[in-house]
């Protein structure tokens, strides 16, 4: 079993920034890839950025350029660096971790970006 903790969420004006946290703690050891999901009122939960243990990184195209995913030291912490933030990014930010055949969610925490 994986827990996820997220924070750093909040309120900020367009063009602004923001850095969101997630914690594991648990099985952490059996963790393949880390990342990030959104979904916004009446839309599909979709990939934010996500990074495998070796460092790979994927991102969606309307992020990209914009944000940046990595992991912490220890391995068992995923950042996502948010800049220009546009106000379309506003959604519920969901921490994902995945260990074969498993898939782990965090409590998500709410982005809202103001035009």
């Known amino acids: 079993q994986v827990q996820l903790v997220e924070s750093g969420g909040g309120l900020v004006q367009a063009g602004g920034s923001l850095r969101l946290s997630c914690a594991a703690s648990?099985?952490?050891?059996?963790?393949?890839?880390m990342g990030w999901y959104r979904q916004a009122p009446g839309k599909q939960r979709e990939l934010v950025a996500a990074?495998?243990?070796?460092?790979?990184?994927n991102y969606a195209d309307s992020v990209k350029g914009r944000f940046t995913v990595s992991r912490g030291n220890a391995k068992n912490t995923v950042f996502l660096q948010m800049n220009s933030l546009k106000p379309e990014d506003t959604a519920v930010y969901y921490c994902?971790?995945?260990?074969?055949?498993?898939?782990?969610w965090g409590q998500g925490t709410q982005v809202t970006v103001s035009s």
């Open positions: 994902n971790a995945r260990s074969i055949p498993y898939i782990y």
């Open positions: 648990g099985s952490i050891f059996s963790i393949n890839v």
């Open positions: 990074i495998t243990s070796g460092g790979s990184t």
